[in-house]
C-alpha cells in the first residue's frame, strides 16, 4: 500500500500587520488589535461558501508556515523554555516541522460577501502573506478543556509593562486615521516580550515591523520602551 500524496490549494492569503517573523505573538489571541483580512481566491470565493459562518465568533485557521517550509528539526528550542532546552518537535507549536501545517485559533470579525468575499479576523499570530489551506468554525463543547495539562507550556506568561516616548505618542497620533489602534498592537505586541532568548542589554534598540512602520523599542528588566515609529 502506497501513501496517498494530496496537493492542498490555498483558499487565500492572509493580509495582517506583521511584515516579518520577528515580534509576532507566539500564539492566537495574544494582541487581539492583529487584525487581519482574507479575501478567497477563486474558485472558492463563493458566498455560498462562507453561509452561516457569521454565527460564529471563533474559528480555526489551518495554514502553511510557509517561511520555515523545508527546515524541520525532530527537536527543537521553545521559547517558553528560554531557548536552552529541546523538547520533540511534536510536543510543540514550532514552525519547523516535516509538515509545515500550522493551526490558529482566531476571532472571527466579520463576514463580507458584498463583492469578493473577505473575512477578517482579531488575535492573529501569523506574518503577512500566509497561506490559508482551511477554516472551520470552533465548537467551544467540544473544543474547550480548562482542565487540560500544558506540559511545559503552563499558563500564559508573564507580560511586559510598555510605555511610550513622547515622540512615539505623536507618531501614533498622527497616524491615527489610517492605522487607528496602532499604540494598542504596538502595547500588544511588545507585552509578549519578542525578544530573543539570551537577549538581555538595555541598552539594544530592537526594531519591529508592524505594517510599513519600523517600531524601534528598548527593553530594561521587565520594561519595554517604545522610542519611535520609523517609516521608510
Ligand atoms: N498558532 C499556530 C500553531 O500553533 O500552529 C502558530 C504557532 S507558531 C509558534 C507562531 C510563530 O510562527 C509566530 O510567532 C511566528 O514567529 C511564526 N510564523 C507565523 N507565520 C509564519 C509563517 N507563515 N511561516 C513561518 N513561520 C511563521
Known amino acids: 500500500m502506497t501513501d496517498d500524496i494530496h496537493t492542498f490549494s490555498p483558499i487565500g492569503h492572509l493580509r495582517t500587520p506583521f511584515a516579518d517573523k520577528f515580534g509576532i505573538p507566539r500564539q ?16 472558492f470565493d463563493r458566498p455560498e461558501a462562507v453561509r452561516g459562518l457569521e454565527d460564529f465568533s471563533h474559528v480555526w485557521l489551518t495554514f502553511v508556515f510557509h517561511q520555515t517550509a523545508g527546515q524541520w528539526s525532530p527537536t527543537v528550542r521553545p ?5 536552552n532546552q529541546r523538547m520533540g518537535v511534536f510536543a510543540t507549536r514550532s514552525p519547523f516541522r516535516p509538515n509545515p501545517l500550522g493551526l ?21 499570530d501569523l506574518v503577512d502573506g500566509t497561506p490559508i489551506l482551511d ?18 507550556v503552563g499558563g500564559a506568561p508573564e507580560r511586559l509593562a510598555v510605555t511610550f516616548s513622547p515622540t512615539a505618542l505623536a ?4 497616524c491615527q486615521a489610517s492605522h487607528p489602534h496602532l499604540a ?26 508592524l505594517y510599513h512602520f519600523d517600531v524601534k523599542w528598548r527593553c530594561d528588566g521587565r520594561s519595554a520602551f517604545v ?5 521608510p
Not at 521559547?79 to 531557548?83: D, E, Q
Not at 458584498?114 to 488575535?123: A, E, S, Y
Not at 507585552?191 to 515591523?209: C, E, F, L, S, T
Request: charged share 25%.
Open 135 to 152: 477554516i472551520k468554525p470552533y465548537i467551544p463543547y467540544v473544543e474547550s478543556r480548562p482542565d487540560a495539562r500544558s506540559g511545559f
Open 79 to 83: 521559547p517558553r523554555l528560554g531557548g
Open 227 to 231: 522610542e519611535s515609529l520609523d517609516t
Open 171 to 174: 507618531q501614533c497620533a498622527k
Open 104 to 124: 490558529s485559533l482566531v476571532e472571527l470579525a466579520s463576514v463580507d460577501t458584498t463583492d469578493k468575499v473577505t473575512l477578517t479576523f482579531r488575535g492573529v
Open 28 to 43: 492566537p489571541s495574544l494582541a487581539p488589535h492583529a487584525i487581519a483580512t482574507l479575501q478567497l481566491l477563486p474558485p
Open 184 to 209: 494598542e498592537l504596538i502595547t500588544e505586541v511588545l507585552a509578549q516580550d519578542p525578544r530573543p532568548a539570551y537577549a538581555d542589554d538595555p541598552q539594544r534598540v530592537y526594531g519591529i515591523r
